[in-house]
């Protein structure tokens, strides 16, 4: 039984659909990354699960409870689970007492308090005293202090909202290594939004791709990033080669699909002739050389570099073979190869590397 | 240190509600206009009453008018006046029971040392008329301020007006920037009197009583029946209001005609304020023999 | 002017010495407000807590409802409490006219327009996102009242403080229902209404004095607070 399971959960707010008959499945010890763009509706479905609303129409099962049921009941679950808002929210007090605040309001004892306080403080490694006022820590300070609160009152599920969002990357990178540290020391189940697809790659499990309030998609991140199983999927996920074309052939699992130009490209799918579809290529598939070279790869055209750009040890190579093509090399190969605009080369990808959407 | 000063605060707290509400039960309250009030005669009687009855009197003061309202409104237990019309209404409604004069003394008009309209030593009645005349004819230079709060002095003076010849209503109230009314005590308005350098009409007592405060001087002091001030005292009648305390009342009026306490009375201030109902310089009232009747 | 340093510096003798009726006013003048103020504070930190916190129709005019009673002036108040409580009024039963009671409950219908507004201003002045973490982190509503509360501590503080300036200032009220008995109901105000009336000013300039002292206590303490 899933520990979190919601049936149809719809949302409106002030007349618009914020999130559209979402079902979705968490299990016990997992951690599931929410990742869409922004205004997709992660917060509002964050909240829903928190209970910290009551939605517009569905359902959202705890450990197979209704957990909508009532006020009481929603108040029951909600203490079950903790949340930690994208804003790092302090209160107006010192750490120690912003990290105790929910077990005192849980009726702990002060002694029983102080010890489980301490564990966290160390966990969380604040090089700050803790009788400092919390509104005095910078924003990943603040973050960390707010993870420490959540998870002191050891929740059954910890619901983090953009984590790393508003903070640089050296206080980003802390967070996702105490992020680590939580999930293997507690074995919390997680949900985490994220806009960022490579942190929801590292950190989680499993993923679920949250798009104008859908879920188009969840799974392996890893399938999640070869196979999109929609064109705004691949779009977010980083496929930036989304070709259109109509399949030719079909022959024992392999298509010829023509795309822009009379060109002709082939790639691994079962869908019959005739079928219009998008062809899924991720720019680092993509090789290229200066002449025209004998690969086992299927696909070569031959093109016109038309932009270079930078992106860190990188180059991203936009390529004009009568069809949009960007590629993804390193910034060493780019410079031995003198990739430069106006530069004649030839873009090789296997037809394994290409996945095969359906156009509907 | 913080915990000290919630301590501190709240220990005040605590104080002070508690003192709040001390001694809210068993007072004996009588309403007095405010002529009286202000000569201090009540804070001169007050602890004698206070120590021969054992009760704390407390002693609201307001013009007449307001002052029957108290006890209308039962808020009072007994009322101290000098209006005689507003309290002839007050009886006959049945408001007022066991009426008894305590006091006397006379009205008398004050005005600037400079006197331009030369009112001295007129008869009350004709200086009246000679301040209306100047003030509406010079409203500048001559000015009149009146109590205008329905109190026993304004109701003096409205009868002077009225001997003067004048239709209140019509001639003298909002007649001009001469006739200031001022809408308060006696003591608020002889100051602004003084400051108005303006002719006003007041008790003799109140007025003695401020003497060396004021600049103005006493300009028609004479003992007549239209400058005749007599001070009554009235029980609530219990049938209108249930639970005033009309035995202290009546203890009250009986010791007010007391022949210690009106020694007293004609004593108070050197003597010159105030004339004990039983000095018979002046009739005052019809039936003296009547009125020294302790009620029952 | 002459009167004015005379007055002056029987003044101070009166405060040096503590004379007794200075202390006996200035006494009860505090007794009055502190009690008014601390009733109107229970009654309206929680009131001011729940309609900032509830949704209901008709929040917004009962807010500007509430905002228009900042300044109603003392004698309305005053008159409204004598027609209510008068001997013969609905509420004569209790024979409360011309006691330090009937003042206190004057003071604490005139400030409690203003401490409700404030308070639930306050309150209006925490983020959101407080009570979102607090109900995250498992508080139920009185206990996250209270959280807000202590976010908003300093602004409910001043708030508390203005509350009590305007009780302890006013005279209008306390001179119509408490009737400025000399040793029962006198306090501050009504005391040097009538002194000044009647003159006698050294007594008027003392308690002056020491109600400006209050105030200046109050204003400090006031400012304290707003920096933090």
Known sequence: MPLIKTVDLCHKYGGQDILRNINLKVEQGEVFALIGPTGAGKTTLLRLIDLLEVPSSGKIYFAGRDATASKRVRFQVRRRMAFVLQKPVVFNANIYDNIAYGLRWRGMAKNNIRQKVNTVLEMIDLSIPQDRNARTLSGGEAQRVAIARAIVTEPQVLLLDEPTANLDPLSAAKIEGLITRIIHQYRTTIVMATHDMAQGQRLAKRIGVLINGEIIQAGDPREVFTSPQSREVAEFVGVDNILDGVIVSQEGGMVAVEIGGNKIAEAISDYPAGEEVYLCIRPEEITLTLAKATTSARNSFVGQITRVVSVGPLSRIELDCSFRLVALVTKRSAEELGLDRGKRVYATFKATGVHVLRKD | ?296 | MNELLQGLIKAFELLVTLDPEVMEIAGRSLAISVTATLLAGVICLPLGGLIHFNRFTGKRTLINLIQTFYSIPTVVVGLFVFLFFSRIGPLGVFNLMFTPTIMVIGQVILIAPILLGLVIAAFSGVEKAITDTARSLGANDLQIGIAVLQEARFAVMAAVLLAFGRAISEVGLALMVGGNIKGFTRVFTTAISLETSKGDIELSIALGIILILISLVVNMVLNRLQQR
């Open chain 2, 1 to 296: 240190m913080r915990k000290a000063i919630y301590c501190l605060l709240s220990t005040i707290a605590l104080l002070a509600l508690l003192a709040g509400f001390v001694g809210c039960a068993g007072e004996f309250k009588i309403a007095t206009t405010t002529s009286l009030y202000d000569t201090g005669l009540w804070s001169y009687l007050e602890p004698l009453f206070e120590k021969k009855e054992n009760v704390a009197l407390d002693i609201i003061y307001a013009g007449t008018g307001a002052a029957l309202n108290q006890g209308k409104s039962g808020n009072v237990d007994a009322v101290i006046v000098h209006d005689p019309d507003q309290e002839k209404s007050f009886v006959n409604d049945g408001w007022g029971i066991d009426k008894r004069s305590f006091a006397y003394n006379f009205f008398m008009i004050a005005g600037p040392s400079s006197d331009p309209l030369g009112i001295k030593d007129l008869n009350p009645a004709d200086a009246f008329k000679k301040i209306a005349e100047g003030g509406m004819k010079d409203p500048g230079k001559v000015k009149f301020v009146s109590r205008g709060d329905n109190s026993g002095t304004h109701g003096a003076e409205k009868r002077l007006w009225a001997a003067a010849g004048y239709d209140y209503a019509k001639d003298i109230e909002k007649s001009g920037k001469w006739y200031i009314e001022t809408g308060q005590g006696m003591g608020p308005t002889l100051t602004m009197a003084n400051e108005q350098n303006a002719y006003v009409l007041c008790d003799g007592s109140t007025f003695t009583s401020y003497k060396g405060k004021l600049a103005l001087v006493a300009l028609v002091k004479k003992t007549a029946a239209e400058t005749l001030n007599v001070y009554n005292v009235y029980a609530i009648n219990p049938d209108k209001i249930k639970t005033t305390q009309i035995a202290i009342a009546k203890d009250f009026i009986n010791w007010l005609i007391s022949p210690d306490v009106q020694k007293l009375i004609g004593q108070y201030g050197g003597g010159s304020l105030f004339y004990p109902i039983t000095d018979t310089t002046y009739p005052a009232i019809p039936n003296l023999a009547d009125n020294m009747k302790p009620v029952q």
